[in-house]
């Protein structure tokens, strides 16, 4: 059973528009989430991250917003630029806990110039 | 140089076949872990190594082996694999396993197929 969900495959927008990337949880004792984004031929790496303890995080153009009581969580692009495309992947853990990230399937987005 | 890096980038083996995947990472960490990424599916964790002791086997079937000679380098060796492990094997470090925030440095992984 899949704990961490990116329902949404594939995402395309316009460059200069908002990207938003949505993640679902179902652990509630998850309590730290991260996003990692991840080119062709290349590793993920590390996007933004948010505890629990607060609902927004924001670094740059990209913007983390966590609601607790839904299990979800979202990534905002503003704005967004071709060089954004890529696969978005959502992760998971439980700070003091086995220490194990959770992955999502991913989101691949494609920004058209 | 990236900081985790990862050879060979592409691998081609017979069920038959013995290969190893090789890992490095110049980062100074003292956490590693091997990823498998399949198609439509999460990454999903396979080993971890903190200070070269294997901390983690997450009920990997035994054809793959891990070795971790030192906190810099980690192997994946393969043996008699079936084409359902063909799939993106990726390499990856961190400061330490257990420090709660941080974060993983990926390699560019090693595309397997399996025939």
């Known amino acids: 059973d899949q704990q961490v969900k990116q329902n949404s495959p594939s995402l395309s927008v316009q460059e200069g528009r908002i990207s938003i990337l949505n993640c679902d949880y179902t652990?509630?004792?998850?309590?730290?989430f991260l996003w990692y984004k991840k080119y062709p031929a290349e590793g993920p790496t590390f996007l933004i991250s948010?505890?629990?303890?607060?609902d927004k995080n924001e670094d740059g153009r990209f913007t983390v917003f966590l609601n607790k009581s839904a299990k979800h969580l979202s990534l905002h692009i503003v704005p967004s630029q071709p060089g954004d495309s890529a696969v978005y992947f959502c992760a998971a853990l439980t700070q003091g806990g086995s220490e194990k990230l959770v992955f999502g399937k991913g989101t691949k987005l494609t920004v058209n110039p | 140089e990236t900081g985790v890096t990862q050879t060979p980038r592409h691998l081609v083996m017979g069920m038959t076949n013995k290969k190893s995947l090789k890992c490095e990472q110049h980062l100074g960490h003292n956490a590693m872990y091997w990823y498998k990424q399949s198609a439509k599916k999460p990454l999903e964790l396979m080993f971890v190594?903190?200070?070269?002791?294997?901390?983690e086997n997450n009920s990997v079937p035994s054809r793959f082996s891990p070795e971790c000679p030192n906190s810099s380098h980690l192997f994946l060796h393969l043996h008699t694999l079936q084409p359902e492990d063909s799939a993106l094997y990726l390499c990856a470090s961190s400061r330490t396993f257990l420090a709660t925030n941080e974060k993983l440095f990926f390699g560019s992984g090693t595309q397997l197929s399996v025939l």
């Open positions: 652990n509630s004792m998850f309590d730290y």
């Open positions: 948010i505890s629990s303890i607060k």
């Open positions: 190594y903190n200070f070269k002791e294997q901390t």
